[in-house]
T-cell receptor
């Protein structure tokens, strides 16, 4: 059974700092990995999706990397801003052979606070 | 990206009553919809997967008679919490995938905060 772990559970940084959020998964048979942002009491906003064949994806100040063989992904946020404060969730989707419904398995998230 | 709308965004109901939550895909046909539950400071836990026109597949430990899921059309799925109790209070989120996105991403609704008093 796939397990997704995110460390740290919470992180507080001053504005302008670069930071890295970590995600690890136990089963490397994934089809893709996705990073989401969740604001309090809100749904999920997809940030980046990395296919299993890819190493990284970039969008603006965000860069996500994937090392499938070691079961790890990182989300790098450059020049953090108070508006980046939210919970960041990573989720993995299994390959066809290992998950018939191909549903996402989520980590528990990292709650990020960027202090002005 | 595609748009998934959930309604209502929040609801308060009395213990013992039933509550229906709707999940709509606004600009694509959702062949598969997923229902998740999220407790405070915890991750999303998949409750069930529904495919249009067929019965939902429930995850282990989820009572199918309590959480009724109907996916009658390609743009609408509903989750009905029957005989709700305070322990059912939670944040419920749906996501939807279209046929062409079977292996890519699902799009998420904005969630429904259910409070049972």
């Amino acid at each position: 059974k796939q397990e997704v772990t995110q460390i740290p559970a919470a992180l507080s940084v001053p504005e302008g700092e670069n930071l890295v959020l970590n995600c690890s998964f136990t089963d490397s048979a994934i089809y893709n990995l996705q990073w989401f942002r969740q604001d309090p009491g809100k749904g999920l906003t997809s940030l980046l999706l990395i296919q299993s064949s890819q190493r990284e994806q970039t969008s603006g100040r965000l860069n996500a990397s994937l090392d499938k063989s070691s079961g790890r992904s990182t989300l790098y946020i450059a020049a953090s801003q108070p508006g980046d404060s939210a919970t960041y969730l990573c989720a993995v989707r299994p390959t066809f052979s290992s998950g018939s419904a191909r549903q996402l398995t989520f980590g528990s998230g990292t709650q990020l606070t960027v202090l002005p | 990206g595609a748009v998934v709308s959930q309604h209502p965004s929040w609801v308060i109901c009395k213990s013992g009553t039933s509550v229906k939550i709707e999940c709509r895909s606004l600009d694509f046909q959702a062949t598969t919809m997923f229902w998740y539950r999220q407790f405070p400071k915890q991750s999303l836990m998949l409750m069930a997967t529904s495919n249009e026109g067929s019965k939902a597949t429930y995850e282990q430990g989820v009572e199918k008679d309590k959480f009724l899921i109907n996916h009658a059309s390609l743009t609408l799925s509903t989750l009905t919490v029957t005989s709700a109790h305070p322990e059912d209070s939670s944040f419920y989120i749906c996501s939807a995938k279209g046929f062409m996105s079977a292996y890519t991403e699902a799009f998420f609704g904005q969630g429904t905060r259910l409070t049972v008093v």
